[in-house]
Each structure stands twice: as C-alpha cells, then as structure tokens.
C-alpha cells in the first residue's frame, strides 16, 4: 500500500517552454502533498505544500509564479515549471501523507527535468 | 537556523557486519524523526519512524536510536547485505508539522 507515482520519470525540453509533472497517489487518498527539488549530492529541499483543494504553500525563496502547483483532487497533485530554464534542471520529487499516516511520508520516483 | 547533519558522506562495510549511520542536529527541537533510503535516481523509502518520547525502535534488522539530550540519532543495520547498499536520509519534523527537514545522507556501500 501507500504507493506513489510521477509521470514523466524524465523531460528534456527547451528553454523557455513549461513543463507538467504529475504525482498520483495509487491505493490511498492524500490529505497532504509535498514537492522536493534535489541537486546532485545534496539534501531534498521543500518547495512547497499542497493540500486538496486549496492553494499550495510555498517555502521561501521558491517563486510560486514559477512553480504552479495544482492539487484538484485527493488523489493528483501537479507541478508546473513556467518558463524552464537550465538553472531548473534538477530531479523533483513529489510525496504524500495519508489521513492515517503519523507523519511519514510516501514518496513518489521522481522526474528527472532537463532544460537544454 | 536549524540543521541537520550526517556525519559521513560515505561508508564502507563488509558484508555481515554492522552498520552504524549518525544523524546530530542543532537549534532545532524535532517531535519526530525518520529515516528513509534513496537508490540512485529514486525517490526516498520510508524505513522507520520515532518519536522525542521513544529511545529505540526496531524493524527486523533496523534500529534506530533517539537521544533528545545528546540531539543524535544513530541508524543500525544489523548483518548488512550488499542490497543495502544506498543512501540513507535523515529527516526531522516538529510538533503540529508534517514537513520534514532532510540531512544531506550518508551513502552506505556493502562489501561482498
């Protein structure tokens, strides 16, 4: 149980363009959604927090016009980059909390974005 | 400002023996903390979980210590195998939060 999905796993685009990520929760609905950016050899940042049906919550220093996060329903969670630049080129990773967890959370395998 | 430290970047270990992983963090007072393993273009697993009021927890070959006064938590993995081989994260989380504040990870590499 408590799986989690992203889609693309990978994206190569050109600067310039935007680029959706989806992060599903499978067998379980997800009060709560998080977004990570992670560089090579370096620790998951919070970008923001997102809970179903209201706007997400962004960490400081994360511009939330870049970063458009969309949490319709209890089960998706998108992540938009507007505009990608090769500075967003990073690995993002969504998770997901259920309403019974205590406070561990179900991360999805990432989305490897690449902006040439 | 709070942070969270993995003392090493790296550890070698032969296979069978003990690891021993640390976590020590400062200015930061967490109700939770946890530990996760990454594989090398994946998201992070959940392994375990332990509260401020917990000193050990333990799942199967897993054990994870909790010392509030010394702001240290050490991760076990009893008779490793190379398949442990990953990065283990460690990541705190306050009271009334559900964010989690990550360390960088130590990557553990299991010697046949």
């Known amino acids: 149980g408590a799986v989690v999905s992203q889609h693309p796993s990978r994206v190569i685009c050109k600067s310039g363009t935007s680029v959706k990520i989806e992060c599903r929760s499978l067998?379980?609905?997800?009060?709560?959604m998080f977004w990570y950016r992670q560089f090579p050899k370096k620790s998951l940042m919070l970008m923001a927090t997102s809970n179903e049906g209201s706007k997400a919550t962004y960490e400081q220093g994360v511009e939330k016009d870049k970063f458009l996060i969309n949490h319709a329903s209890l089960t998706l969670s998108t992540l938009t980059v507007t505009s990608a630049h090769p500075e967003d080129s990073s690995f993002y990773i969504c998770s997901a909390r259920t309403m019974s967890s205590y406070n561990e959370q179900f991360f999805g395998p990432g989305t490897r974005l690449t902006v040439l | 400002s709070q942070k969270i430290e993995q003392n090493s970047e790296a550890l070698n270990i032969q296979e069978g023996k003990t690891a021993t992983l640390t976590c020590n963090y400062t200015n930061y007072s967490p109700a939770y903390l946890q530990w996760y393993r990454q594989d090398p273009g994946r998201g992070p697993v959940f392994l375990l979980l332990?509260?401020?009021?917990?000193k050990e927890k333990r799942k199967e070959r897993l054990k994870v210590t909790f010392d509030t006064t010394l702001k240290q938590s050490l991760f076990h993995i009893t008779a490793s195998q190379p398949a442990d081989s990953a990065t283990y994260l460690c990541a705190l989380s306050g009271a009334g939060s559900y964010q989690l504040t990550f360390g960088k990870g130590t990557k553990l590499s299991v010697i046949p």
């Open positions: 067998d379980f609905q997800a009060t709560t």
């Open positions: 332990i509260r401020e009021n917990e």
